[in-house]
Antibody, heavy 115, light 107 residues
Framework: EVKLVESGGGLVQPGRSLKLSCAASGFSFNDYWMGWVRQAPGKGLEWIGEINQDSSTINYTPSLKDKFTISRDNAQNTLYLQMSKLGSEDTAIYYC????????WGQGVMVTVSS | DIQMTQSPSFLSASVGERVTLSCRASQNINKYLDWYQQKLGEAPKLLIYNTNNLHTGIPSRFSGSGSGTDYTLTISSLQPEDVATYFCLQRNSWPLTFGSGTKLEIK
């Protein structure tokens, strides 16, 4: 069974950084592109970025490029999202997604940016 | 960026009714269009990929069609468990972009 489990969310002060993790299981992690999507409360979905199998290609939605860094550790079957200079507009649920057809999503992790 | 426009934004229909949701792209997306269902408090779930391919385990009452810039998700006979918000996603070009969603409820 494919499972994606995000962690690392919580309450963070404006201007601070936070790193999310996504633990993958049930499939060959190093065979897939992976991505991150977020959803602000009561809002729609926004694609953040994606990373290829060997981390040689990383694409970001241009408007978010300066705030997020995506990485992965294939030995640990883990995807990461480093977030910096967080603002209230970054308050959202963050989802880890298996790319390709974006067929599997994690349950999401909530990040709240507030003083 | 490719803009995705979904309509209607809200839809109320009766159990057993045929329901059609639309998604329009600002340019040709070559059938790289997927549909997701998101129930309250849950992660989105893939229903249809590449316009008309039913994802594993999805009931056959869901179907998709379209080409170019215009795409449709059809539920042939609405069931109570179909209450959800439905999003489309274009994967033709970067950045990937979602529609704003259609919220579907039972009348």
């Amino acid at each position: 069974e494919v499972k994606l489990v995000e962690s690392g969310g919580g309450l963070v002060q404006p201007g601070r950084s936070l790193k999310l993790s996504c633990a993958a299981s049930g499939f060959s992690f190093n065979d897939y592109w992976m991505g991150w999507v977020r959803q602000a409360p009561g809002k729609g979905l926004e694609w953040i970025g994606e990373i290829n199998q060997d981390s040689s290609t990383i694409n970001y939605t241009p408007s978010l490029k300066d705030k997020f860094t995506i990485s992965r550790d294939n030995a640990q079957n883990t995807l990461y999202l480093q977030m910096s200079k967080l603002g209230s507009e970054d308050t959202a649920i963050y989802y880890c997604v298996r790319r390709g057809w974006c067929d599997y999503w994690g349950q999401g992790v909530m990040v709240t940016v507030s003083s | 960026d490719i803009q995705m426009t979904q309509s209607p934004s809200f839809l109320s229909a009766s159990v057993g009714e045929r329901v059609t949701l639309s998604c329009r792209a600002s340019q040709n997306i070559n059938k790289y269009l997927d549909w997701y269902q998101q129930k309250l408090g849950e992660a989105p779930k893939l229903l249809i990929y590449n316009t008309n391919n039913l994802h594993t385990g999805i009931p056959s009452r869901f179907s998709g069609s379209g080409s170019g810039t215009d795409y449709t998700l059809t539920i042939s006979s609405l069931q109570p468990e179909d209450v959800a918000t439905y999003f489309c996603l274009q994967r033709n070009s970067w950045p990937l972009t979602f529609g704003s969603g259609t919220k579907l409820e039972i009348k």
